[in-house]
Every structure is written in C-alpha cells, then in structure tokens.
C-alpha cells in the first residue's frame, strides 16, 4: 500500500526553537505539500513542491521555510517556533498527473 | 479563487440511515475532485476521487457524484454506521494548475449513534 509518512505524531517544542517537521513518500510522486490544519480555519497551504530542489509558497508561508533535497522526502522547518504555530501539520503528495492527494497521518505541534 | 462549501457543517443520524453530504464549488472549471474522511487527530483518508469527465464513483457503501456545470457534489453514504463517524472533506483540483493544488471546504461532522 502506498503511504506518506510523517515522522513525529506529537510534538512539544519551545518559543524560538527551530523545529524541523519531515515527511517521506513511496510513491515516486513529483508533488508535495505542507498543510496546517487549525479549527475553524480548515486546511491552509503552507509550501508546496513540484520537483527536486525546487519549492512555491503557499497562503501562508511566513514563518516557515522548507527543502526538498530528494524525491521522496519534504522537510518543513520552523525557523523560529512560536505559540502561534500551534497546529496539526498535514504533509501530502500527487503525482505529475495530479491523480488523487495521499496524505500522511499528521503531527501534532505544540509550541510552549 | 475557488471556494468550496460543504453543507451542513454537522449532522447526528441513528445508525442505519442513508444520508446525503454536500458540497459546492464556485469555479466549475475543475479537474477532478476528492472526499475525503478524517478521523479526530488524524490525518485524511482518500475515500473517492471524480474526474470532471465523470458523473459519479462508487466505492462500498459510499457513492459520489459530480455536477460541474451546477458546481456541485454528493457524498452518499448508504446504511450508516458507528464506524462511520468521522469529518468529512470535499477537495477541488482546478484546471490550468499544474502544480495540484487543491481547495478544501471547511468539512461535515457526522455522528453515527447506535
């Protein structure tokens, strides 16, 4: 079965911390995405990627930085935590075709 | 920018119901579209996915259908469940984006008691 996995399910991080949040896929996919998920706010694009080394910014980049060095891995970093980022982070990919998001299971980011 | 609507926003049925979730888009220029199904603290679940060239997939108990010229989807879930419990989210991919970006609504809540 085809997966996406993210590394950390919970996360407990202090204020000015740089935070790194990864996520792995399986499925040789071209495309993927860092969500967060707050409630009432719904899911937000954070970064996204279409390729090796290449990244496009989201809704709501600020305060966030990412790297995709490989294929399969999408790394989200936090260069400054704050409570603010408080979330569940949701990572997913798709292929070049756009054929169906799979996402991972999320993490759970608390910043005290 | 597209915006998706899912209406209601909640819904509590006894177990055994059919019921009907839905969704609407602004821009009927999609793609394809997606439902999805998200436990609490979980991540999302692919549950169907419509190319805009299709009228409906059918999965189990689950059957969704696509309107674009309305800009509408339906969820149908028949004979509900307990396990059925869970937020449901309808996604659009639109036309022209290369780089898959979806839009989500905001998603239904569904109870299914015993």
């Known amino acids: 079965d085809v997966k996406v996995t993210q590394s950390s399910r919970y996360l407990v991080k202090r204020t000015g911390e740089k935070v790194f949040l990864e996520c792995v896929q399986d499925m040789d996919h071209e495309n993927m995405f860092w969500y967060r998920q707050d409630p009432g706010l719904g899911l937000r694009l954070i970064y996204f990627s279409y390729d090796v080394k290449m990244k496009e910014k989201g809704d709501i980049p600020e305060g966030y930085s990412v790297s995709r060095e490989k294929k399969e891995r999408f790394s989200l970093i936090l260069e400054s935590a704050s409570t603010n980022q408080t979330s569940m982070y949701l990572c997913a990919s798709t292929d070049r075709f756009n054929y169906g998001y799979t996402f991972g299971s999320g993490t759970r980011l608390t910043v005290v | 920018k597209q915006e998706v609507t899912q209406i209601p926003a909640a819904l509590s049925v006894p177990e055994g119901e059919n019921l009907v979730l839905n969704c609407s888009f602004t821009?009927?220029?999609?793609?394809?579209l997606q439902w999805f199904r998200q436990d609490p603290g979980k991540g999302l679940t692919s549950l169907l996915l419509i190319q805009s060239s299709q009228r409906e997939q059918t999965s189990g108990r689950l059957n969704a259908s696509l309107d674009k010229s309305s800009g509408r989807s339906t969820l149908y879930i028949a004979a509900s469940q307990p396990g059925d419990s869970a937020t449901y989210l309808c996604a659009v991919l639109g036309r022209g984006s290369t780089l898959g970006r979806l839009y989500f609504g905001r998603g239904t809540q569904l109870t299914v008691w015993p």
């Open positions: 821009d009927s220029a999609i793609y394809n």
